[in-house]
């Protein structure tokens, strides 16, 4: 089976619309591989912080986000991120490492290092790429694009349980703060900026629960792959 012969799902949205634990739903359901683009950027920015490179070394960042040795693997408890072997799922969901990310998505150098990467991630029997330019720039001729969003409130409301659950002080206004500071950096970039990809399916998950939207997205998947 070639790549191109390879069915791929892309769904992209900003931060706390529900990708990631959709992903992992729809890619469990299918048994496609999954790839979490947002945590290569978390990767780098946490692999950059352990080097000590500065956010102003684009060449440096590109350098170190080209060498990055990951692995996505879905278990029980949800997804495993390991780099170089070691467990680092919990470290990259950090908000510091959020913004950090965010920050070097921006950069061209590190954008082009990470694209061939990412493509390489397409392996039978398919693939469920999530992130913020699946549609648009990485996977251009997915037959299955969505674009998921929900408003701000809701998605500071889940990242707020979510933090809670893992023992993390955190606070609602905050946490709206932050979001809307990472849509408005992720929007205005210059090099592949959030936005749908013409063709995609949007879907509003604010008022939807976790097993509403993995099954709209499987009825998708039937119908178009």
């Given at each position: 089976?070639?790549?191109?012969?390879?069915?791929?799902?892309?769904?992209?949205?900003?931060?706390?619309?529900?990708?990631?634990?959709?992903?992992?739903?729809?890619?469990?359901?299918?048994?496609?591989?999954?790839?979490?683009?947002?945590?290569?950027?978390?990767?780098?920015?946490?692999?950059?912080?352990?080097?000590?490179?500065?956010?102003?070394?684009?060449?440096?960042?590109?350098?170190?986000?080209?060498?990055?040795?990951?692995?996505?693997?879905?278990?029980?408890?949800?997804?495993?991120?390991?780099?170089?072997?070691?467990?680092?799922?919990?470290?990259?969901?950090?908000?510091?490492?959020?913004?950090?990310?965010?920050?070097?998505?921006?950069?061209?150098?590190v954008r082009e290092a990470?694209?061939?990467?990412?493509?390489?991630?397409?392996?039978?029997?398919?693939?469920?790429?999530?992130?913020?330019?699946?549609?648009?720039?990485?996977?251009?001729?997915?037959p299955l694009k969505i674009?998921?969003?929900?408003?701000?409130?809701?998605?500071?409301?889940?990242?707020?349980?979510?933090?809670?659950?893992?023992?993390?002080?955190?606070?609602?206004?905050?946490?709206?703060?932050?979001?809307?500071?990472?849509?408005?950096?992720?929007?205005?970039?210059?090099?592949?900026?959030?936005?749908?990809?013409?063709?995609?399916?949007?879907?509003?998950?604010?008022?939807?629960?976790?097993?509403?939207?993995?099954?709209?997205?499987?009825?998708?998947?039937?119908?178009?792959?």
């Open positions: 089976m070639t790549s191109k012969s390879i069915p791929v799902i892309t769904i992209d949205g900003p931060g706390g619309a529900g990708k990631g634990t959709i992903a992992q739903q729809v890619a469990s359901e299918l048994g496609f591989h999954i790839l979490d683009s947002g945590s290569l950027y978390r990767l780098t920015a946490l692999a950059s912080e352990k080097d000590h490179i500065e956010l102003t070394a684009e060449s440096a960042l590109a350098e170190r986000a080209l060498n990055l040795e990951v692995v996505f693997q879905l278990m029980d408890a949800g997804l495993q991120i390991l780099l170089r072997g070691e467990d680092v799922s919990e470290a990259v969901r950090s908000e510091e490492m959020g913004m950090r990310a965010s920050k070097i998505a921006a950069m061209p150098m990470l694209l061939q990467r990412q493509r390489d991630f397409l392996l039978a029997p398919g693939l469920l790429a999530d992130g913020r330019d699946m549609g648009t720039t990485v996977f251009p001729g997915a674009f998921m969003t929900a408003s701000v409130e809701q998605r500071a409301e889940r990242r707020y349980k979510q933090l809670k659950d893992k023992g993390i002080n955190a606070s609602i206004p905050a946490l709206v703060a932050d979001l809307t500071a990472r849509d408005k950096q992720d929007t205005n970039r210059a090099v592949s900026p959030l936005k749908p990809a013409e063709e995609a399916i949007l879907l509003d998950t604010t008022h939807l629960s976790i097993s509403q939207v993995t099954q709209q997205v499987l009825e998708l998947a039937k119908q178009r792959l």
